[in-house]
Every structure is written in structure tokens, then in C-alpha cells.
């Protein structure tokens, strides 16, 4: 199967010469998407500690890590990570050092 180049570019209805380049809009910070993972990270570690689950404390430091990996705004996703991570940190800690929880056996 053998193509003919001539053929094809004049067929072509693009115009090279009329092309201009892509310049994205400004967003304010205001209307950045939100932040699901930084939201995610907070509900699971006030799961964590509220609740004593272990898995939940983690999953909100790995909520946590994902949102600082992705942050756009810095001042308020910052408050929002440093949040999840204190609950998270704060769970971690009352299921590892704290009391046993009734009805477990260690």
C-alpha cells in the first residue's frame, strides 16, 4: 500500500500559516477545583481517631501525601494537609500507644 504525499497535502484544508499557539486563561485561586484527596485525608483521620481504626489512619496519611503531591494553592491546601495529618498522626498514635479497645484481644 503506497501513499502519495503530493496528493495528500494538497487535499489538506489546514493552514499552517494561520496557526497560533494555545495561551491558557488565568484562574483565580478561587476557582481552582477542590482538593478531594486533601478532603478524603481529613475525613479519614477523624475516622481514625474517633473511631480507633487503624487502617483509617493510615489511609488519611496516604490521602495526605497524595494531596501534598498534587497542591495548586499553597496557603490553603497547606492548612487543609497539615489538618489531615494531625488527625492522622494523632489517630496513629492513640491506636499504637493508647489503651487497648474494649473487646479486642491483643
Known amino acids: ?40 485525608a481529613v475525613v479519614f483521620g477523624i475516622a481514625g481517631v474517633m473511631f480507633r481504626y487503624k487502617l483509617s489512619s493510615w489511609l488519611a496519611i496516604i ?11 499553597v496557603e490553603n491546601d497547606l492548612k487543609q494537609i497539615s489538618m489531615a495529618m494531625m488527625f492522622a498522626i494523632m489517630g496513629l498514635v492513640t491506636n499504637y500507644f493508647g489503651p487497648a479497645r474494649p473487646g479486642t484481644q491483643s
Open 1 to 40: 500500500m503506497s501513499h502519495n504525499n503530493n496528493t495528500s497535502s494538497a487535499n489538506d484544508p489546514r493552514q499552517p500559516s494561520s496557526a497560533k499557539p494555545y495561551v491558557a486563561q488565568p484562574v483565580s485561586q478561587q476557582d481552582l477545583p477542590v482538593d478531594y484527596s486533601g478532603f478524603i
Open 63 to 73: 490521602f495526605c501525601a497524595q494531596s501534598l503531591a498534587n497542591m495548586k494553592n
